[in-house]
């Protein structure tokens, strides 16, 4: 079946270092793709989205490429701070909308 | 303020009491939904609903109920909650539910503990 799959956490990293978090996915057709951030005691927030295959969603120095040949839609940051500390979340969905699949997450913590 | 209001953010309870978590939206949403947030497991869904009085099983619905009588309130009871759906749940909307690009607004989350 359909699905995503996230790079296992925790990942640590000093501050001002470079952050990838791998995400691939397999589905069929063409779903919208979204990272979703959750800060500590809150709940999801969009991070970033692309609609179609070679988009580049970005957001507060993060960004992610739709890449279809693939099948991934890793996140990047070139110099993350203390306050990137949270779990990441990547996610697609399909033009009916009504299932929305989630990645099992990735803690990210930043040491100052 | 756009928000999406869960209620209680922690619950105790014990093993077969029946309860509600409530779920409330004021941006007119069409598209309403719950998942649970387990460890290693990231988000499933539980049950998600696409306008009033249309609700359908996401991945793990067994042990729930829902209902949308109203566009701005779905609630999530157990009728009968068991240890393993102690779980922190999380209720989400969107507007456009039949659109792929629209994103989901999230509730602050409920941490249940059934003992």
């Known amino acids: 079946g359909d699905s995503v799959t996230q790079m296992e956490g925790p990942v640590t990293l000093s501050e001002e270092a470079f952050l990838t978090i791998n995400c691939t996915y397999t589905?069929?057709?063409?779903?919208?793709l979204f990272w979703y951030v959750q800060y500590p005691g809150e709940g999801l927030q969009l991070l970033l989205k692309?609609?179609?295959?070679?988009d580049k969603g970005s957001n507060k120095g993060f960004e992610a490429t739709y890449r279809k040949e693939t099948t991934s839609f890793h996140l990047e940051k070139g110099s993350v701070q203390v306050s990137d500390s949270a779990v990441y979340f990547c996610?697609?969905?399909?033009?009916?909308?009504?299932?929305?699949?989630f990645g099992s997450g990735t803690r990210l913590s930043i040491r100052p | 303020e756009a928000q999406v209001t869960q209620n209680p953010r922690y619950l105790i309870t014990v093993t077969g009491k029946k309860l509600t978590v409530t779920c409330s939206q004021n941006?007119?949403?069409?598209?309403m939904s719950w998942y649970r947030q387990d460890p290693g497991l990231g988000l499933r869904q539980i049950y998600y609903?696409?306008?009033?009085?249309?609700?359908d099983k996401g991945d793990v619905p067994e042990g729930y109920k829902v209902s949308r009588k109203e566009k701005r309130n779905f609630p999530l009871i157990l009728e009968s909650p068991s240890p393993n759906q102690t779980s922190l749940y999380f209720c989400?909307?969107?507007?456009?539910?039949?659109?792929?690009?629209?994103?989901?607004?999230f509730g602050s989350g409920t941490q249940l503990s059934v003992l």
């Open positions: 692309a609609t179609k295959a070679d």
């Open positions: 941006m007119n949403h069409e598209y």
């Open positions: 989400a909307s969107s507007s456009q539910g039949v659109s792929p690009n629209e994103k989901l607004f």
């Open positions: 589905a069929t057709g063409y779903p919208s």
């Open positions: 609903s696409m306008n009033v009085e249309v609700t």
């Open positions: 996610a697609l969905r399909w033009s009916s909308a009504s299932k929305i699949i």
